[in-house]
């Protein structure tokens, strides 16, 4: 209360709503011009895709031609492009599992260097004997081998990205111990995650953090193939643009496939000929631009493999492969590792049991809605976690105290 | 008897317990019984509230009865649809301390300290609430607490009170003989009273 009252006395103090309205106008503005232009090149670009099935052998040659030397991110055809697949009957029974994790990062100028990964855990049965298993596991980690990686003897910090890392695997290792528990085989299941499989935030690492990280996240998805439970994530509404770099390939002067030759952006003829590049029609388009038109509710469009660099180079047989699903006015991106993309009973047990976690649910998978319910960390527990830490160092006599700054933040002063 | 539910608030005047089944709180005007540190004391309190709603503070449910497919679930047919909702839902119950059991003593007014925090409910037994009901000391607490609904509540237990002996019909008109006492000066609000507690 004290805060906002000085909050209203003082006009310098936080954020200037009437200077940010006048921008938030123009932004919608611009946003709504843009929006009809995009439908009608999003149109045009789904025709010029459709003109190449039966080409898909042709076309994935040009991707894995052009994938050194495109400027964009491509996906490889697997299915026919005009692939356009019903939604699978649903089992009368079926088993799920899901995890989510949160964190709360290591603070710089808290009390001592720490951090805490949350893990929400959901085991969820349907049919006769319908269960729920809602859990969640925090670990503290304050270990000199939880905040450092060592490579010979240079320490890095595990913090920021490489945290989102540790929390990724941690995640999968969570949902792997969750599925020996309880899947037994007996019932037709999934081991749901949230958000992508491939691990982006570790494609610009250097290779000890990537091989650290990722031969433990591997090990996961083998542990899950040999269980032969299939494990796929739901990304709600993808931004990601790798079908879209497929067809720009379709529209490169560049690319000759029977010459091995894939487009080379940073020598492109166009550009060199000072004409607008073809693949300009593509700007800004995203897949789900493309596929959403096509798909009616529960259908899902065709399986692509998501060619960024680190799927291709280190996934091995878990090489992550995707497709798009209507799930209401929602077009969805459901991912899957190899093993189950190659599996057609696998991709419709994911399919249809995707589709009826988000029917349940409302619109999104109610496994992933409760396993981060579970997860979640409020601010009152960020302060509450502070406070026991801060409290405990003290009666353990150990050194400890914020910095000057973190105590500057506490109140504000008059 | 099995515990049916565990302190999660307590004061000096009541406390609200967890229901360890959704939806299974024993019913309005029972007689709980809450353990405490003293192994020889147990306080004794009147359910006067039961609610069910999200653990999550805050949290809301949502009208499920529609299936997104736009199937119609009805009442339980939703439970079994959605096994997490027993998971993420809470029946509670509160109840007004009206006693205490001290080893074999029974107390008809407040005890010298709450019941904690995570110890154990029961629902008390038919000897159990006709040996507590013997005493109308209670009555008078029932009726002047505040923020519970005291007439109702006072009713709702003397019924109980009367069903589990076998002479039900004297305990009515005992009891209605204590009220008399209680509200002489309240003819309105006796008479509504008396008309809960009728014989049949």
Redesign the interface.
């Known amino acids: 209360m004290y805060v906002l009252m000085l909050a209203l006395w003082n006009p310098y103090m936080g954020l200037d709503l009437t200077a940010l309205g006048r921008q938030v106008r123009q932004m919608s503005h611009t946003a709504a011009a843009d929006a009809a232009s995009s439908a009608a090149r999003a149109a045009a670009m789904r025709e010029r895709m459709l003109t190449e099935v039966g080409a898909e052998a042709h076309w994935a040659q040009a991707v894995d031609l052009s994938r050194e030397t495109a400027a964009w991110l491509l996906a490889r055809p697997v299915e026919p492009l005009d692939t356009v697949v019903d939604l699978p009957p649903l089992p009368p029974a079926y088993s799920l599992v899901a995890t989510d994790g949160s964190q709360i990062e290591l603070d710089r100028h808290g009390a001592i260097p720490c951090y805490v990964i949350n893990i929400g855990q959901v085991f969820l049965r349907y049919g006769q004997a319908p269960t729920a298993r809602l859990t969640s596991q925090p670990t503290l980690c304050y270990h000199d081998e939880d905040l450092y990686l060592h490579d010979g003897a240079r320490r890095i910090p595990i913090e920021g990205n490489y945290l989102s890392a540790r929390r990724d695997v941690d995640e999968g290792l969570a949902l792997a111990a969750l599925a020996a528990e309880h899947l037994d085989g007996s019932l037709p299941a999934v081991a749901l995650q949230d958000g992508t499989l491939v691990r982006w935030t570790l494609a610009g690492a250097e290779r000890v953090v990537q091989d650290h990280f990722m031969s433990q996240y591997l090990d996961y998805l083998e542990q899950m193939r040999q269980r032969q439970i299939p494990v796929a994530s739901y990304i709600s509404r993808p931004r990601s643009p790798e079908l879209v770099g497929s067809i720009r390939l379709m529209l490169c002067p560049d690319v000759d496939v029977a010459a091995g030759r894939g487009a080379r952006c940073d020598r492109c003829s166009d550009q060199r000929a000072g004409r607008t590049p073809s693949c300009q029609p593509c700007q800004g388009l995203v897949d789900s631009d493309i596929m959403g038109e096509r798909l009616r509710d529960g259908q899902r469009g065709p399986i692509l493999l998501s060619m960024s660099r680190i799927n291709v180079e280190r996934y091995g047989p878990h090489q992550i492969h995707f497709f798009h699903m209507r799930v209401g006015r929602e077009l969805c991106r459901v991912e899957m590792p190899q093993w189950v993309a190659q599996q057609a009973q696998f991709v419709d047990q994911v399919h249809t049991l995707v589709y009826d976690q988000c029917a349940r649910g409302g619109g999104y998978p109610v496994a992933l809605a409760r396993a981060h319910e579970q997860a979640i960390v409020r601010s009152a527990d960020r302060r509450a976690f502070q406070r026991l830490i801060e409290s405990s160092l003290y009666r353990a006599e150990a050194p400890g105290g914020v910095s000057a700054k973190r105590e500057s933040k506490e109140f504000s002063r008059g | 008897m099995q515990r049916i539910a565990e302190v999660i608030e307590s004061n000096t005047t009541r406390f609200t317990a967890g229901a360890y089944e959704l939806h299974s709180a024993p019913p309005f005007g029972a007689l709980v019984r809450a353990a405490t540190r003293d192994a020889q004391l147990a306080v004794y309190g009147l359910v006067y509230e039961i609610r069910t709603g999200s653990k ?1 503070p805050g949290g809301r449910a ?1 009208v499920r009865g529609r ?3 736009g199937r119609e679930l009805f009442d339980d047919q939703i439970y ?9 839902l809470q029946t509670e119950f509160s109840a007004l301390t009206v006693g205490f059991l001290e080893q074999t003593a029974l107390y008809h007014y407040l005890p010298p300290h709450p019941p904690p925090v995570h110890y154990s409910v029961y629902q008390c037994s038919a000897d159990e609430l006709v040996h507590f009901s013997e005493d109308y000391a209670c009555f008078r607490s029932i009726l002047f607490a505040s923020q519970v609904p005291n007439d109702e509540l006072l009713a709702a237990y003397i019924r109980s009170a009367a069903r589990v002996r076998p002479a039900g019909r004297d305990y009515l008109v005992r009891a209605g003989r204590e009220l008399a006492g209680l509200l002489k000066d309240d003819y309105d609000r006796l008479a509504a009273l008396l008309r809960r507690i009728r014989p049949v």
């Open positions: 999550e949502v299936t997104y497919s079994f649809e959605n096994p997490d909702l027993a998971e993420v």
